[in-house]
């Protein structure tokens, strides 16, 4: 619609259509796909004009799409912020263009909630608690855990280790001996482990924060000579296709699924925001747990 449609923002769209822009952290891994293609194709199935940007995991990309999308007029925009700090800025441009903003997949830690609509994206702190609670379940006496973190300063990064250490706190025989960035891709995580499998004696357990990290480890515990799944387990957090088949192998022993299918969730939010509509301030997506067997069984229907 042309000038502000709903009233709600400056939407410059000519033929009455919603106009989205979209700045998405990246391509690093197999749930970031997923979650883009949810989007991309959510948004034809709901009539919404996508504008969309991969920012290559740098957080100046993402706010230069952002800016972008201001300069655009775009009726609304949504974006997974890369880290959880440093948006305080570019979104008060946002706000002061009356161009209203969704946050999706991860938040940001500003203490002015008027600058986003809502958030809708996974609980990252359950999903480590998930994750410690098999773990303190499956695990008898002295257990070292070495941990693959997502990037840092990401939230789910952040709140996937806070979980998990809660959860352990309960037994002081499970330590985490070693903690580095993998940076959520396969290649990160096989660079930290075979390192950590050169520098760290008697590794146990794997707790990576998301499969493609878990899927790196594999690799480097193999060309160790050592068996995944069993010398050493892994717990891993995502649950994409590939990290769904090493569980069925055994090669990797539980994961905590992250849904990355947030599209028509977004979009049913857009339109509401858009036509004035209040939403929540919190959308939690819904996710499970997966074993071994379980894995199996859910393989074939799998959509991502
Ligand atoms: C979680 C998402 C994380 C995934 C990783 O919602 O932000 O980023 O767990 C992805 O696979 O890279």
């Not at 952290?25 to 009539?47: D, F, H, L, P, Y």
């Not at 263009?97 to 002015?112: E, G, M, Q, W």
Request: one cysteine or more; charged letters at 25%.
């Amino acid at each position: 619609a042309c000038g502000s449609s709903g009233g709600q923002s400056g939407g410059s769209a000519d033929d009455g259509k919603i106009t989205m822009g979209f700045a998405q952290v990246g391509a690093e891994s197999g749930w970031r796909t997923a979650n883009t293609k949810s989007i991309q194709e959510a948004a034809a199935a709901a009539g919404i004009d996508l504008k969309f940007s991969d920012a290559q995991q740098k957080q100046e990309n993402q706010i230069k799409a952002i800016r972008s999308y201001i300069q655009q007029k775009v009726d609304v925009i949504a974006f997974s912020p890369v880290v959880e700090t440093g948006w305080d800025t570019v979104l008060l441009e946002a706000k002061r263009a009356n161009i209203p903003v969704i946050l999706t997949d991860r938040s940001i830690d500003s203490d002015d909630t008027s600058l986003y609509k809502t958030f809708l994206g996974s609980d990252f702190v359950e999903e480590g608690r998930k994750a410690g609670d098999w773990l303190v379940a499956n695990t008898q006496g002295e257990t070292n855990v070495v941990e693959l973190q997502g990037t840092t300063g990401a939230a789910p990064a952040i709140d996937r280790k806070k979980g998990f250490e809660e959860k352990i706190a309960a037994r002081p025989d499970i330590k985490i001996v070693a903690t580095q960035t993998g940076d959520f891709t396969r290649s990160g995580g096989k660079q930290v482990m075979e390192a950590f499998l050169k520098s760290t004696p008697d590794i146990d357990v794997v707790y990576a924060h998301n499969d493609d990290m878990g899927l790196g480890a594999i690799e480097a515990i193999k060309a160790a000579g050592k068996v995944p799944g069993q010398d050493i387990r892994i717990i891993t957090v995502d649950a994409v296709k590939d990290g769904m088949q090493a569980l069925a192998n055994g090669e990797i022993n539980f994961i905590v699924e992250c849904n990355p299918l947030l599209g028509g969730q977004l979009m049913d939010l857009a339109k509401k925001i858009v036509a004035g509509e209040e939403v929540p301030p919190r959308v939690v997506t819904e996710e499970t747990t997966f074993t071994s067997e379980q894995a199996k069984a859910a393989l074939p229907e799998r959509k991502y």
